[in-house]
């Protein structure tokens, strides 16, 4: 399966914007780019995907690199509720080991500070 | 209605007893999860069913069993579990087992075995 790269830990003030980065190198031409977040005594929650063109929700902006080996996750003005472990996840096409898979990595720790 | 409910919120068993985690969602999802979470740890992928036919098993030990009855209701039953079987146990949902269908995920039974 291919890996993402995550800085452990960010921080950032609120009302402020965040870019969380992650490096996906070994991305294949099906792989299917996730972010999901995690709040501290909850279970996981999505946040947004993509596939190759940026795409914003009411949640969050992705911007995905033009090689596609990179991708970053942006909140436009970070609340003290966006504290989070930020999970970036590669889900893979069909005849993969990936497939229906989500394989989280180690996430980024996102600390906002009043 | 995007919820996935789990009971119970905690549970305590020693290495002898039998027990089962519930998971219930009521979306008409045909795709349910479950994950182990240990402390400060990524959530791991366990079992997956699709339209309630086992789909997925990544390797468990036998000493967990998972079942569901029907399309709204995943159960895991546990025995003999082992200390280092403590953990949170998340179950999650999706429309279908795909490529880009949004998980939905339950707050989890924190587990802790004597």
């Known amino acids: 399966d291919a890996k993402t790269t995550q800085p452990n830990s960010m921080e950032s003030n609120e009302e402020e914007p965040v870019h969380l980065p992650c490096n996906h190198s070994?991305?294949?031409?099906?792989?299917?780019i996730h972010w999901y977040r995690q709040l501290p005594s909850q279970g996981p929650e999505y946040v947004i995907h993509?596939?190759?063109s940026n795409v914003n929700n009411r949640m969050a902006s992705l911007a995905i690199a033009e090689d596609r080996k990179s991708s970053t996750l942006i909140l436009h003005r970070a609340t003290l509720r966006d504290a989070a472990v930020y999970y970036c996840?590669?889900?893979?096409?069909?005849?993969?080991?990936?497939?229906?898979?989500?394989?989280f990595g180690q996430g980024t720790i996102l600390t906002v500070h009043p | 209605d995007t919820e996935v409910t789990q009971t119970p919120k905690h549970l305590v068993m020693g290495m002898t007893n039998k027990k089962s985690l519930k998971c219930e969602q009521h979306?008409?999802?045909?795709?349910m999860y479950w994950y182990k979470q240990k402390a400060k740890k990524p959530p791991e992928l366990m079992f997956v069913?699709?339209?309630?036919?086992?789909?997925i098993n990544e390797s468990v030990p036998s000493r967990f069993s998972p079942e569901c009855p029907n399309s709204s209701l995943l159960n895991l039953h546990l025995h003999a579990l082992q200390p280092e079987d403590s953990a949170l146990y998340l179950c999650?949902?999706?429309?279908?087992?795909?490529?880009?269908?949004?998980?939905?995920f339950g707050p989890g039974t924190r587990l802790l075995v004597l």
């Open positions: 070994t991305i294949s031409g099906t792989d299917y």
């Open positions: 993509g596939l190759t």
């Open positions: 996840i590669l889900r893979g096409g069909p005849g993969g080991t990936s497939y229906g898979k989500l394989t």
């Open positions: 069913y699709s339209y309630e036919k086992l789909s």
């Open positions: 999650a949902s999706s429309q279908v087992l795909g490529l880009i269908e949004t998980q939905y």
């Open positions: 979306m008409g999802h045909r795709a």
